[in-house]
Protein backbone atom coordinates (compact mmCIF):
# COMPACT_ATOMS: atom_id res chain seq x y z
CA UNK A 1 0.00 0.00 0.00
CA UNK A 2 2.76 2.45 0.62
CA UNK A 3 4.29 1.55 -2.08
CA UNK A 4 1.24 3.34 -4.52
CA UNK A 5 -0.17 5.98 -1.88
CA UNK A 6 4.07 7.10 -1.43
CA UNK A 7 6.90 5.37 -3.01
CA UNK A 8 9.57 8.06 -2.02
CA UNK A 9 8.67 7.60 1.33
CA UNK A 10 8.77 4.02 1.02
CA UNK A 11 12.33 4.28 -0.67
CA UNK A 12 13.21 6.99 2.45
CA UNK A 13 12.70 3.50 4.82
CA UNK A 14 14.38 0.91 2.61
CA UNK A 15 17.37 3.24 2.03
CA UNK A 16 17.25 4.04 5.83
CA UNK A 17 17.86 0.58 6.45
CA UNK A 18 20.83 0.01 4.01
CA UNK A 19 19.23 -0.76 0.65
CA UNK A 20 21.08 0.48 -2.20
CA UNK A 21 18.78 0.10 -4.66
CA UNK A 22 16.15 2.44 -2.76
CA UNK A 23 18.78 4.97 -2.60
CA UNK A 24 19.26 5.23 -6.26
CA UNK A 25 15.51 5.25 -6.77
CA UNK A 26 15.49 8.19 -4.53
CA UNK A 27 18.60 9.87 -5.71
CA UNK A 28 16.50 9.85 -9.55
CA UNK A 29 12.94 10.47 -7.88
CA UNK A 30 13.70 12.61 -4.82
CA UNK A 31 16.88 13.89 -4.11
CA UNK A 32 15.73 15.84 -0.95
CA UNK A 33 14.96 12.50 0.76
CA UNK A 34 18.27 11.07 -0.75
CA UNK A 35 20.41 13.81 0.99
CA UNK A 36 18.10 13.38 4.30
CA UNK A 37 18.72 9.86 4.35
CA UNK A 38 22.40 10.29 4.24
CA UNK A 39 22.08 13.33 6.62
CA UNK A 40 20.61 11.05 8.88
CA UNK A 41 23.62 8.55 8.71
CA UNK A 42 25.56 11.56 10.36
CA UNK A 43 26.98 12.92 7.18
CA UNK A 44 26.94 16.83 8.33
CA UNK A 45 27.77 17.76 4.58
CA UNK A 46 24.17 16.64 3.66
CA UNK A 47 23.04 18.34 6.81
CA UNK A 48 24.66 21.65 5.14
CA UNK A 49 22.60 20.85 1.79
CA UNK A 50 19.77 20.55 3.66
CA UNK A 51 20.04 23.87 5.06
CA UNK A 52 21.11 25.35 1.87
CA UNK A 53 18.25 23.97 0.64
CA UNK A 54 15.97 25.62 3.14
CA UNK A 55 15.29 22.13 4.33
CA UNK A 56 14.97 23.13 7.94
CA UNK A 57 12.53 20.97 9.48
CA UNK A 58 14.58 17.87 7.93
CA UNK A 59 17.80 19.13 8.87
CA UNK A 60 16.76 19.37 12.47
CA UNK A 61 15.44 15.76 12.43
CA UNK A 62 18.29 14.43 10.89
CA UNK A 63 20.24 16.58 13.84
CA UNK A 64 18.18 15.10 16.33
CA UNK A 65 18.55 11.69 15.21
CA UNK A 66 22.17 11.82 15.83
CA UNK A 67 21.63 13.00 19.07
CA UNK A 68 21.58 16.83 18.66
CA UNK A 69 19.57 18.27 21.61
CA UNK A 70 18.96 21.58 20.19
CA UNK A 71 17.57 20.25 17.11
CA UNK A 72 14.85 18.69 19.24
CA UNK A 73 14.52 21.81 21.09
CA UNK A 74 14.23 24.36 17.68
CA UNK A 75 11.54 21.57 16.34
CA UNK A 76 9.56 22.45 19.84
CA UNK A 77 10.18 26.07 19.39
CA UNK A 78 8.85 26.19 16.13
CA UNK A 79 5.83 23.96 17.22
CA UNK A 80 7.07 21.31 15.15
CA UNK A 81 6.00 18.13 16.73
CA UNK A 82 5.68 16.23 14.14
CA UNK A 83 8.84 16.54 12.76
CA UNK A 84 9.69 15.37 16.34
CA UNK A 85 6.99 12.42 15.99
CA UNK A 86 8.64 11.68 12.65
CA UNK A 87 12.54 11.23 14.09
CA UNK A 88 11.42 9.31 17.17
CA UNK A 89 9.42 6.78 13.99
CA UNK A 90 12.58 6.45 12.57
CA UNK A 91 14.56 5.78 15.62
CA UNK A 92 12.59 3.47 16.95
CA UNK A 93 12.21 1.83 13.07
CA UNK A 94 16.30 1.62 13.00
CA UNK A 95 16.57 0.66 16.40
CA UNK A 96 14.27 -2.46 15.58
CA UNK A 97 15.85 -3.16 12.72
CA UNK A 98 12.55 -3.24 10.55
CA UNK A 99 13.40 -4.05 7.18
CA UNK A 100 11.10 -4.24 4.15
CA UNK A 101 12.40 -6.19 0.88
CA UNK A 102 11.70 -3.41 -1.24
CA UNK A 103 14.61 -3.94 -3.40
CA UNK A 104 13.21 -6.04 -5.73
CA UNK A 105 10.82 -2.65 -6.69
CA UNK A 106 13.21 -0.32 -6.90
CA UNK A 107 15.64 -2.28 -9.11
CA UNK A 108 12.41 -3.07 -11.66
CA UNK A 109 11.35 0.39 -11.39
CA UNK A 110 14.31 2.46 -10.92
Same mark, same amino acid.
Given at each position: M?? !?ESPEYAALGAALIGN *? *? *?????LKHN !???AIFADAVEGNKTAVQILL !?? !?QFELAAVANMLNEDAEAELWLE????KDYIDFAVAIQFALHKEIEYDLGG???LYG
Open positions: LM !K *A *A *AMNWL !KTL !KE !KQHNLYFT
